[in-house]
């Protein structure tokens, strides 16, 4: 199982910009697919993001296409969130998950390593 830590939230300004970092330990980030999911209180996790090696990387609500990207450094173990323009709209607590194999899923159920979390706020 892999160790995951996230870090790179926090307060910004509507428009403004975020990178989120995810660093994994534990085993080769390579052989996962990564994903950023992100769950406001009340509601479930909605996926956002994933990378991996048969899907590249992608977006999943249209909400956030054009505004995030998502990259990973398999060399550094770590995995990024490009957050930018954001909106009220993409406050939540944003965490990310693995899943070993080479293919994306948009639902938390296929991802068996969670981190604990950063915190998004979006807000003039």
């Known amino acids: 199982h892999l160790q995951l830590v996230e870090s790179g939230g926090g307060l910004v300004q509507p428009g403004g910009s975020l990178r989120l970092s995810c660093v994994a330990s534990?085993?080769?980030?390579?052989?996962?697919?990564i994903a950023w999911f992100r769950q406001v209180p009340g509601k479930e996790r909605e996926a956002v993001s994933c990378?991996?090696?048969?899907?590249?990387?992608?977006n999943f609500p249209q909400s956030v296409k054009g505004r995030f990207t998502i990259s990973r450094d398999n060399a550094k173990s770590t995995v990024y969130l490009q957050m930018n323009n954001l909106e009220p709209e993409d406050t939540a607590k944003y965490y990310c998950?693995?899943?070993?194999?080479?293919?994306?899923?948009?639902?938390?159920?296929?991802?068996?390593?969670w981190g604990q979390g950063t915190q998004v706020t979006v807000s003039s």
């Open positions: 990378s991996s090696g048969y899907d590249g990387n992608k």
């Open positions: 998950a693995a899943s070993v194999g080479y293919v994306c899923y948009d639902l938390e159920r296929f991802f068996e390593d």
């Open positions: 534990g085993g080769t980030l390579d052989r996962y697919a």
